[in-house]
């Protein structure tokens, strides 16, 4: 959590107020708008959401505090704010505080360029607010050499002494020029990665698109593609796998998904590791799922699989099996005895494994390959189990 709101209906406030934590949990989505829903706010599109009180994380967003806001507005906003960095909460704060910002989208559109501002908490160390204001007008990034060469202390001296800096309750800040873009104005929200998987691009039959960034709960799927103002049953999609092993990007015809089963196969990917995404994309070329669902399935069942890296040749397997199982107490001094192809073959042929292009992958569930692909696998392997 972010921070906090109390939420309420300006119109009925005999309705109560709903305390609600920013960014909103995943898990907790549905049940903020069931709870919004029996106050009467909570619209995809409207300001309907009267805000009583923000926390004091951060207290230059009391300024929203008895304003109307949008619901998903407000949870954008938190994670824009999540994702900054060292010295940025700052820079934040003391931006919105001398360019008087106070309004729900000026606060959004201001976390896309308050990196630009210099913002002196402490005037002792010139050396370090050198530092600071060279980064700060450069965007966040220098080229080594400019740094190298760079003498801080006079950065300093050159900002505090010649630049009109504005004292604030959060430092002096010193904007150098940085113009508050209207990058957002309501409807689609700028494009930002948060914790995304992957980044479907949607076209309805007129032709207007909107971008999606998923897996988002399927209530807040809804929401975006009605806030795009797109037609839910006309559209046509382009997907964007992020860091998506190519196996598993080549795995479907994706164009022939629909975008909530893409969503809820996002949802099962999501929390692994990348090593476990490359085990995914092995297990896909293995099991040559039909459809997203499918291939959820496999990720729902990644436990099943085995998957060795690099290992492309039975004596290769034989090998790792006898030296680096652990199955096995290898002795080095039996080396020239071992013959790893052989036993390679003879494991591959007491398992259900396969040779892909980076590696070995095997699997080894009870239930047969197409019956862990199916809605109803888990039944199957329980009544197998049994016997």
């Avoid at 704010?81 to 729900?104: H, K, L, M, P, Y």
């Avoid at 530092?131 to 700060?136: D, N, R, T």
């Avoid at 980044?199 to 309805?204: G, I, P, Y």
Wanted: charged share 25%; with cysteine; proline share 4%.
């Amino acid at each position: 959590m972010i921070f906090y709101a109390v939420i309420g209906n300006a119109r009925h406030s005999e309705y109560g107020v709903a305390t609600i934590p920013f960014p909103i949990p995943d898990e907790a989505y549905a049940p903020t708008l069931e709870m919004l829903e029996l106050m009467g706010i909570g619209d995809p599109l409207e300001r309907d959401c009267y805000v009583k009180e923000v926390s004091d994380a951060y207290p230059i967003l009391k300024r929203l505090e008895t304003n109307c806001v949008n619901l998903d507005e407000l949870d954008y906003l938190a994670k824009r704010i999540d994702s900054f960095g060292v010295g940025e909460d700052a820079q934040f704060e003391g931006a919105a505080a001398a360019q008087g910002v106070w309004r729900i989208e000026d606060f959004i559109n201001l976390t896309f360029c308050c990196q630009q501002a210099t913002v002196v908490q402490d005037f002792r160390d010139l050396e370090q607010i050198g530092k600071q204001h060279l980064m700060a007008k450069n965007g966040g990034a220098v080229a080594t050499e400019v740094w190298d060469n760079c003498d801080f202390r006079q950065e300093a001296l050159n900002l505090l002494c010649n630049e009109p800096g504005r004292i604030t309750s959060y430092g002096v800040v010193y904007t150098n020029g940085m113009k508050l873009e209207p990058l957002y104005q309501g409807g689609v929200f700028p494009e930002y990665l948060y914790d995304s998987v992957m980044v479907m691009k949607a076209q309805d039959s007129r032709g207007k698109e909107c971008t999606l960034f998923l897996p988002v709960p399927e209530e807040k799927l809804q929401r975006e593609v009605l806030r795009a103002g797109v037609e839910p049953e006309s559209l046509s999609i382009q997907l964007d796998f992020l860091l998506m092993p190519k196996e598993l990007a080549g795995s479907l015809c994706w164009e022939k998904e629909s975008v909530e089963e893409i969503n809820t196969l996002c949802k099962s990917i999501a929390s692994l590791q990348p090593k476990d995404l490359q085990k995914l994309g092995a297990a896909a070329v293995f099991a040559n799922p039909e459809d997203a669902a499918q291939l959820r399935r496999l990720a729902e069942n990644l436990d099943l699989f085995d998957y060795l890296p690099g290992v492309k040749t039975p004596e290769e397997y034989g090998r790792y099996m006898i030296q680096e199982s652990g199955h096995f107490d290898y002795d080095e001094n039996l080396e020239g005895y071992y013959n790893y192809e052989q036993y390679g073959l003879d494991q591959m042929h007491s398992e259900s494994g396969q040779f892909i292009e980076t590696g070995y992958v095997s699997y080894q569930g009870a239930a047969d390959i197409q019956e862990l692909m199916e809605e109803r696998a888990d039944e199957a392997a329980i009544c197998e189990h049994n016997f």
